[in-house]
């Protein structure tokens, strides 16, 4: 049981009981949260979860922080740090990134940084999706416990409310796996935004035509102008 830990902010060798606070995109290149919460098979988020941790793991973090409780609104001047407009997409792409991460060995802690949407914390908790949480100050405890989320809580300077449990998955670190699940989920995101404009946005959601993808690759852009030339099937949810 670990009752402090040194969070970073960044990847770099560790050891000990260090925690990891990034955005997904930097575990795992272009998967964003939206880019989750933008595919139709929200269940890719458990495989990138999996990669994500793995990932970690290579530079010996034993605990990631992941996710959001806040739902995607117009007016995010980050929105790739959010998943859906809705909060049980969000609530349930949390509930697949955590299962993953826990798959490969890590701890996962939830963001609870920022504003808190009640709707997602309800559904988590109608889920049973419990897991310790990341906060700025004893106000968003009290927040949170309001809303009847009760777990451990850990302080941005490590300190820990409780015991952080430790993960026993004994899996031998393989990154083999990332590349190829990350293909598959930036197609499974390729997302019409409407269609009286034939333009490609790269991690741009909020225009109100053309297509949106989360990665500028050669390949993925191919695969979005065959979606606007109507050869090929959109693959995402708008988000």
């Not at 988590?124 to 927040?143: F, H, M, T």
């Not at 490590?158 to 015991?163: A, F, L, M």
């Not at 197609?187 to 019409?192: D, L, R, S």
Request: hydrophobic share 45%; charged share 25%; proline share 3%.
């Amino acid at each position: 049981m670990v009752l402090s830990a040194e969070i970073f902010f960044d990847l770099q060798q560790v050891s000990g009981d260090s925690i990891l606070l990034i955005a997904l995109e930097r575990l795992v290149k272009d998967i964003s949260l939206l880019c989750l919460g933008c595919n139709q098979n929200l269940e890719t988020a458990r495989d990138v979860g999996f990669a994500a941790g793995m990932v970690a793991r290579s530079y010996g973090f034993h605990y990631v922080v992941f996710g959001t409780l806040d739902t995607l609104d117009d007016s995010d001047s980050d929105p790739l740090g959010r998943i859906s407009r809705s909060a049980f997409i969000t609530s349930q792409v949390i509930t697949y990134l955590a299962e993953g991460l826990f798959n490969s060995g890590v701890v996962p802690i939830l963001n609870g940084l920022g504003d808190v949407d009640a709707d997602v914390i309800r559904s988590l908790i109608n889920r049973k999706a419990i897991y310790p949480v990341l906060v700025e100050n004893e106000s968003k405890i009290k927040r949170l416990q309001e809303l009847g989320y009760e777990n451990v809580f850990v302080f941005v300077d490590g300190r820990v409310t409780g015991k952080l449990p430790r993960n026993n998955v004994d899996l031998k670190v393989d990154l083999s796996v990332v590349q190829d699940i990350r293909k598959r989920a930036l197609e499974g995101a390729v997302v019409i935004l409407g269609k009286t404009e034939r333009a490609i946005h790269v991690n741009q959601p909020f225009k109100k035509s053309g297509v949106l993808v989360f990665s500028d690759e050669e390949w993925l852009l191919k695969i979005a102008q065959e979606v606007l030339e109507g050869r090929r099937s959109s693959t995402g949810r708008i988000p």
